[in-house]
């Protein structure tokens, strides 16, 4: 797979891949993201920590350009949120928690699909495929249905449709939910992999912190909308004792409780994505 695209003039006047200036969303009464403030560099693993409710899905729609903020601003690679949705689209991927193959189509027809959709020249095509699948370790997998793929092998294919526009900044929204010891730790190797190589700047959503403690270069926590702790994960365990877990963390700056959120749907979503990857 080739180095995601960075044009020098994006360089010179983005200095972060994401930033964001007292971004903010708003429904009714509910204030789901406050004033968030965030700076993330290029080429780094950041991790948005927090319990259910905590306003990371919420940021990542934003972030995304699938929800409009109320107020604030936020820049992904360089563009403008607002002013350039288009533009910020066209730099990021994405792979949601819930499945974005289809397990009816094999994994070089899912490929084609994605390389449609993200208007990659004919010609350039297969190429870009060949390479993916050979770069997520599935060249021998690429003719069979996806449905037939182990958990891990599917979340490699996902992220091989989210690189196969050459994107600067990767969001995965609980990339490993549902994976066995062995998968979880082939899709870290495949991210730290994206990071060093090609420069990608990757953005996830996680509830494991052994998770975040091996793969992040920088954490930030949410609470109630808005960042409790930032910090890279050793300093963060450390501003609480020689001893302490990023679950300690966690509780520290998540309430002091375990957290009994999710609604039904969400629940419902994460059991049936653990069932499908599993």
Request: hydrophobic share 40%; net charge negative; glycine share 10%.
């Amino acid at each position: 797979m080739m180095a995601a695209a960075k044009t020098d003039s994006l360089i010179e006047r983005a200095e972060f891949a994401i930033e964001t200036d007292a971004l903010t969303k708003a429904f009714g009464d509910l204030l789901a993201v406050d004033h968030l403030n965030c700076r993330v560099p290029y080429g780094q693993i950041f991790g948005l920590l927090g319990p259910n409710g905590a306003g990371k899905s919420t940021t990542i729609k934003m972030l995304t350009t699938l929800l409009d903020p109320t107020s604030g601003s936020a820049k992904v690679a360089g563009f403008d949120i607002v002013a350039a949705p288009a533009r910020v689209r066209s730099s990021i991927g994405y792979v949601p928690q819930m499945l974005s193959a289809d397990g009816a189509l094999t994994g070089e027809e899912n490929l084609m699909l994605s390389a449609k959709l993200y208007a990659i020249p004919r010609a350039e095509r297969q190429p870009r495929i060949a390479d993916a699948l050979e770069f997520m370790g599935l060249t021998e997998f690429g003719r069979r249905l996806v449905k037939t793929y182990s958990g891990g092998m599917i979340r490699r294919l996902e992220l091989a449709q989210a690189m196969l526009h050459r994107p600067m900044v990767l969001f995965l929204d609980e990339p490993t939910i549902g994976l066995d010891p062995v998968a979880r730790h082939t899709v870290w190797d495949r991210l730290r992999e994206l990071r060093q190589n090609y420069g990608i700047t990757i953005l996830i959503t996680t509830h494991d912190m052994d998770e975040a403690d091996e793969l992040c270069d920088e954490l930030a926590l949410m609470h109630r909308g808005q960042i409790a702790a930032l910090g890279q994960p050793a300093e963060l365990k450390a501003g609480l004792g020689p001893a302490a877990t990023l679950d300690d963390v966690f509780a520290r700056f998540s309430g002091g409780s375990i957290q009994e959120g999710g609604s039904y749907r969400d629940i419902r979503q994460t059991r049936t994505t653990a069932s499908r990857l599993g």
